[in-house]
């Protein structure tokens, strides 16, 4: 007759790591469905109940507008930033350095 085999004694935190994968699992999953853009409902236990809908045409155009408007300030900034660089760069032309000054007594 065969023994069966017997499990090993696992300590608290590999219990911990165990249980952190798993939930870690869990969310990834529940992520991905929330971030679909198809047509769901989640029931979690008859506690939370939320229906996903795709976003319609408006929010589309309302996203689109958004999303312009952030490139159109960015660019902006971006002008600004090389037009200032410019300046700064035109008045260190204007102003002459400073003559390097030579101590002749190190020279003897």
Excluded at 55 to 67: C, I, N, R, T
Excluded at 79 to 107: A, C, F
Aim: proline share 5%; with cysteine; charged share 35%.
């Amino acid at each position: 007759m065969s023994e069966g085999g017997q499990l090993q004694n696992y300590s608290v935190d590999q219990l911990g790591g165990f249980v952190v994968m798993v939930l870690g699992a869990v969310a990834s999953l529940l992520l991905v469905v929330w971030q679909s853009k198809c047509h769901c409902k989640m029931n979690l236990c008859y506690i939370f109940q939320c229906e996903r809908r795709p976003p319609s045409e408006e929010e589309m155009k309302s996203l689109q507008d958004q999303v312009q408007a952030k490139k159109d300030e960015q660019e902006k900034k971006d002008k600004d930033k090389k037009d200032d660089l410019e300046k700064q760069k035109s008045v260190e032309k204007l102003i002459p350095p400073e003559p390097e000054k030579i101590n002749l007594d190190d020279q003897l």
